[in-house]
């Protein structure tokens, strides 16, 4: 079945960097688009970066671009989200996501917190 588990997140300091990773099984991952979707308490789940499948094309919110960079190993079957000059704006729940042709599938959240 499929599975996605994020790992990375923490607490940092306004300013600091994290990378958070996604690892992937179950389905054939070089062969999908990945994101990175955030949800920070009180909001809605909000888009915050995608991949292509062979990573050549990436997309960034405007709340992030500049700051953040997703990338992805596809030997490891693994997708990062690397996270720079970090806000307490970006305090939230970071979750992996896949879309297959018959079901969508999210990982279990991983936990940023920014603050001094």
């Known amino acids: 079945q499929v599975q996605l588990v994020e790992s990375g997140g923490g607490l940092v300091q306004p300013g600091g960097s994290l990378r958070l990773s996604c690892a992937a099984s179950?389905?054939?991952?070089?062969?999908?688009?990945m994101r990175w979707y955030r949800q920070a308490p009180g909001k809605e789940r909000e888009l915050v970066a995608s991949?292509?499948?062979?990573?050549?094309?990436?997309n960034y919110s405007d709340s992030v671009k500049g700051r953040f960079t997703i990338s992805r190993d596809n030997s490891k079957n693994t997708v990062y989200l690397q996270m720079n000059s970090l806000k307490p704006e970006d305090t939230a729940v970071y979750y992996c996501?896949?879309?297959?042709?018959?079901?969508?599938?999210w990982g279990q959240g991983a936990q940023v917190t920014v603050s001094s």
């Open positions: 996501y896949v879309w297959r042709p018959k079901a969508e599938y």
């Open positions: 179950g389905f054939t991952f070089s062969l999908s688009a």
């Open positions: 991949i292509s499948s062979g990573g050549g094309i990436t």
